[in-house]
């Protein structure tokens, strides 16, 4: 079965401090995302990849930044996290059509 | 950009009967529409979609139809289930640019 990976399932970080969130995905997809979801919001599109070391923004990469050095691997880095970022982060794939979800990472900062 | 609206933002059914939810899009050039389902805890999985040349797809107690002209599209579940409770967002693509609705919560009341 295929399958999107993200590291962790809960995370609590303090103000200030710089996260990772990972994302591994095993179907050989050129294209990955992560998403921020806020209650009321949906989800919003924070920066994307569509081949290795290729990156685009999205609707709201302020405060975030990507990194995709294998094809498989995007991760997504908050440079010094703040409240505002308290959220559930989804890593997505695809190769044409519809996307593969990893089972997201809630993340509270406090 | 693309702009995709949906409606209900909550949908409360008895078992058994007919679910109905409608999404509109902006961009008369976006040519493909996932269903995506999300459980509590999970991340969205993808259920259905429908291509732009296409007007009606089904799968077992699913359908989506899409009116181009009017750019809106809509999700049918036929005899609802409890298990069919859940979060439901549509979206629409043009090629790397997915939108997503806000999302429809869906209870089936045993």
């Known amino acids: 079965d295929v399958k999107v990976t993200q590291s962790s399932r809960y995370l609590v970080k303090r103000t200030g401090e710089k996260v990772f969130l990972e994302c591994v995905q095993d179907m050989d997809h050129e294209n990955m995302f992560w998403y921020r979801q806020d209650p009321g919001l949906g989800l919003r599109l924070i920066y994307f990849?569509?081949?290795?070391?290729?990156?685009e923004k999205g609707d709201i990469p302020e405060g975030y930044s990507v990194s995709r050095e294998k094809k498989e691997r995007f991760s997504l880095i908050l440079e010094s996290a703040s409240t505002n970022q308290t959220s559930m982060y989804l890593c997505?794939?695809?190769?044409?059509?519809?996307?593969?979800f990893g089972s997201g990472t809630r993340l509270t900062v406090v | 950009g693309e702009n995709v609206e949906q409606h209900p933002s909550t949908l409360s059914v008895q078992e058994g009967d007919s679910a109905v939810i409608k999404c509109t899009y902006s961009?008369?050039?976006?040519?493909?529409f996932p269903w995506y389902k999300q459980e509590l805890g999970k991340g969205p999985q993808l259920i259905i979609d429908i291509r732009s040349n296409v007007g009606e797809k089904k799968d077992q107690r699913i359908a989506v139809t899409l009116n181009k002209t009017a750019k809106h599209f809509s999700l049918h579940i036929t005899e609802t289930q409890p298990e069919d409770s859940a979060v439901y967002f549509c979206a629409a693509s043009i090629l790397y640019d997915m939108r997503f609705g806000a999302g429809t919560r869906l209870t089936v009341k045993p």
């Open positions: 997505a794939s695809s190769k044409t059509g519809g996307y593969t």
């Open positions: 990849s569509y081949d290795v070391k290729m990156k």
């Open positions: 961009d008369s050039a976006s040519n493909y």
